[in-house]
């Protein structure tokens, strides 16, 4: 399959408070674990964006400067829309999820233009891990605005298409060093 179009969005502005430091910094792959995100999404999309609180990379990419003081992605999207109407989310510490996650949303999402978000679901949604649609602003505002900042509540408001699969690998969040460890073993 061809590369997509549409803008992919690797979201690494998170506290990583149980890493105990920064995922998108740690070592994956002989280069950090952002740089391996960023590499291997470049093979899938045409343009990739960084979303971070800060400039912290040592390697160029573009990057979209999440304005909130909050540590959640939610607020970031409202930044990531006034530069394009949709895109494709992904966190920076699911080093797993490949074509075969990401194809299928992309079809999903050709096949249904009027849906606010179309996203990985397992054994439960995976958020940080589809596509979303300027159209979920609205949602997105009115939770922020009550402080409420859980894309899970969002997602439950919005025309939201979830797309079924099964429980794998893919799906490994890095959250903790027993899953960083556990990750590097999969390499």
Request: aromatic share 12%.
């Amino acid at each position: 399959m061809p590369k997509s179009s549409l803008d992919c969005v690797l979201f690494a502005g998170g506290k990583s408070s149980r890493m105990g430091k920064d995922k998108a910094l740690l070592p994956f792959g002989q280069k950090s674990l952002a740089k391996y995100q960023y590499d291997r999404l470049l093979e899938i999309f045409d343009r990739v964006s960084i979303c971070t609180k800060e400039p912290k990379f040592d390697f160029e990419a573009p990057l979209i400067l999440d304005s909130y003081e909050i540590f959640a992605p939610t607020p970031a999207f409202l930044d990531i829309f006034k530069r394009m109407p949709q895109f494709f989310a992904i966190s920076v510490d699911t080093p797993f999820v490949d074509r075969s996650v990401i194809e299928p949303l992309l079809e999903a999402a050709a096949s249904h233009p009027h849906k606010d978000a179309i996203i990985a679901r397992t054994d439960y949604p995976h958020p940080l891990i589809g596509i979303y649609r300027r159209s979920i602003a609205p949602f997105l505002a009115k939770e922020i605005q009550q402080g409420n900042y859980k894309l899970g509540s969002v997602l439950k408001q919005a025309n939201t298409l979830f797309v079924n699969f099964k429980e794998d690998k893919r799906f490994l969040n890095l959250n903790t060093p027993a899953d960083l460890e556990k990750a590097k073993n999969l390499l």
